[in-house]
């Protein structure tokens, strides 16, 4: 059984090795819109700071893009200087400049016009921001939001829920250890 | 000619003086027909962990028809709902808490569940059939947990759609419910969140029927090569997984408050930024390996050569040293897995399906 085994993890660690050996990203065409662009590069600098691969290729799309209304280039290429020196914060909000680039159309304006921002988008839901689409029923909703992280305030309420919380374990704990003799045969 | 013995005859109805409450709904309902002697073993956690599934299930249901009342499961709304949900009332955040840790302790349970069913042999003649239904169960339960990840409709929720959509080219014809063209005018969360509380429930149920009619039939199994040495009545079975089912909502109510479950942002469509949940991880590592083609081809294999898995080890042998090459070939699998796992947990995120437009909304 131990040569077995000793096999066993042998075979394992070939498997994951090769695995391993071959980690290659697979992805599909960029979108044409440089404000679809820029959007997705500074969601993933919100999110994923470390993806600046993704970032610079998509930035560097959107400069080349065909169709670059609703974005303030000048403000994009400065960006993506600022990703090059490795100033991510910098560039992030370079790219929020970039996207709300005052009295520029964008592409949905014939659906609703706006006056131009004074803050960035809502961290929540972005599409109600007067520079930014107006959601059709199916759009994606398009944000530069942030993780909301809701932690253990130490409320009453919270300790009195936990405390319940321990209570149930402890009383399902004593019940199985008084009753152990029942499970052996 | 009829003999007497071909003829039918009706049971005389029981006759109760002064018996409690429960044998007059007995009497009415016949509940008692449902109970089966139970092994003294089977009251071990080993055992028992298909009971606690259940009872998550049960938490599950609740919490979960608890928190439709607060949930908007369209698109423009869906993860705002969701975000007010966690920052609204104590209640609906620990409603919330529960119905996340819960999930993610089923499926835990029902992994677990499996693994003791494959190393006691529990899964031989006759229970063959019980395993497949098993099976079914593990599958919609993934699926119970994929579709609830998208209801977020946070990046991580949305990227897992992508994935599922672009799965669903791969299979063509097949993977058409999938498609935003298959109902043009209702988005796919809409579908999902049907999908999510009748469609995959219901399943659930129905295969939980078929699991546990089968359970009653061929009895619990027996633990190794030793004959059961006493039985148990199956009220005793009940209360001891009562006592499990208290510790099991202990924790989930303790993790609701210590660790409310995090909400990411509203998603972007075009972009990969999250890695999938802990028990899709291993996947992960296929989809670096070898594209979204990975997921679909490493799934499908993975639950025929569970479905098989009784067809495949026939031989009478429970004891697991009597069963070495079955036994080995799935410390291979898991030991795989977790290498695989802890790999895509390590491996920076990456885009696979990028720059593919769904129309999700």
Do not use: C
Request: charge should be positive.
């Amino acid at each position: 059984m131990r040569g077995t085994m000793s096999r066993a993890v042998v075979l394992t660690a070939l498997l994951v090795a090769g695995l391993a050996s071959g980690v290659l990203a697979h992805k599909g065409k960029l979108p044409e819109d440089a404000l679809t662009l820029v959007r997705q590069a500074s969601a993933l600098l919100a999110q994923n700071p470390a993806m600046t691969a993704e970032v610079k290729e998509r930035l560097e799309a959107a400069l080349k893009s065909k169709r670059p209304q609703g974005v303030d280039l000048p403000a994009v290429a400065a960006a993506l200087r600022a990703l090059n020196a490795k100033d991510t914060v910098g560039a992030r909000r370079l790219l929020l400049a970039a996207l709300t680039p005052a009295g520029t159309p964008t592409p949905r304006q014939s659906v609703r016009r706006a006056p131009a921002p004074t803050e960035p988008p809502s961290a929540s839901i972005a599409p109600t921001t007067p520079e930014q689409p107006v959601p059709r029923p199916g759009d994606v909703v398009m944000s530069l939001g942030e993780p909301l992280r809701v932690g253990f305030a130490r409320s009453t309420a919270e300790t009195v829920i936990l405390s319940i919380a321990l209570a149930l374990i402890g009383l399902g704990l004593t019940w199985l250890w008084r009753s152990s003799g029942e499970v052996q045969p | 000619m009829t003999t007497r013995n071909e003829l039918w005859q009706p049971k005389p109805p029981k006759t109760h003086s002064g018996e409690g409450v429960w044998q007059a709904i007995d009497e009415r309902l016949g509940l008692s027909e449902l109970t089966y002697p139970v092994p003294r073993h089977a009251n071990t956690l080993a055992y028992s962990l298909g009971g606690i599934s259940v009872i998550g299930f049960l938490v599950l249901i609740v919490s979960g028809i608890l928190l439709a009342q607060y949930y908007a499961p369209v698109p423009q709304f869906a993860n705002e709902s969701v975000r007010a949900i966690m920052q609204g009332g104590l209640f609906e955040r620990i409603v919330r808490g529960v119905h996340y840790w819960a999930a993610q302790v089923v499926v835990l349970a029902v992994l677990l569940h499996m693994l003791r069913v494959f190393f006691t042999a529990s899964f031989k003649r006759p229970r063959e059939a019980n395993w497949v239904v098993g099976i079914g169960l593990l599958a919609t339960t993934i699926g119970l947990f994929f579709t609830g990840t998208v209801l977020k409709w946070d990046q991580e929720g949305f990227e897992a759609l992508e994935h599922n959509v672009a799965i669903g080219e791969l299979l063509g014809g097949l993977g058409h419910w999938f498609a935003h063209a298959f109902a043009e005018n209702v988005p796919i969360l809409i579908r999902l969140y049907i999908a999510h509380i009748s469609i995959l429930p219901g399943l659930l149920l129905v295969l939980l029927a078929a699991h546990f009619w089968l359970v009653k039939r061929h009895g619990i199994s027996a633990r190794g090569a030793r004959p059961a040495t006493g039985y148990l009545l199956f009220s005793s079975h009940l209360k001891h997984l009562g006592k499990y089912g208290l510790i099991l909502i202990g924790i989930v109510l303790a993790l609701a408050v210590l660790l409310p479950p995090v909400v990411g942002p509203a998603p972007v469509e075009g972009i990969e930024v999250t890695k999938p949940p802990w028990m899709f991880l291993p996947l992960f590592a296929f989809e670096n390996w070898i594209g979204v083609a990975g997921l679909l081809w490493v799934s499908v294999v993975s639950f025929l050569l569970l479905a098989l898995v009784p067809f495949i080890d026939r031989s009478p042998e429970l004891l697991p040293a009597r069963r070495r090459a079955m036994i080995a070939a799935a410390i291979v699998v898991l030991l795989a897995l977790a290498g695989l796992g802890l790999l895509a947990y390590l491996t920076p995120a990456a885009e696979h399906v990028g720059g593919l437009w769904h129309g999700l909304g």
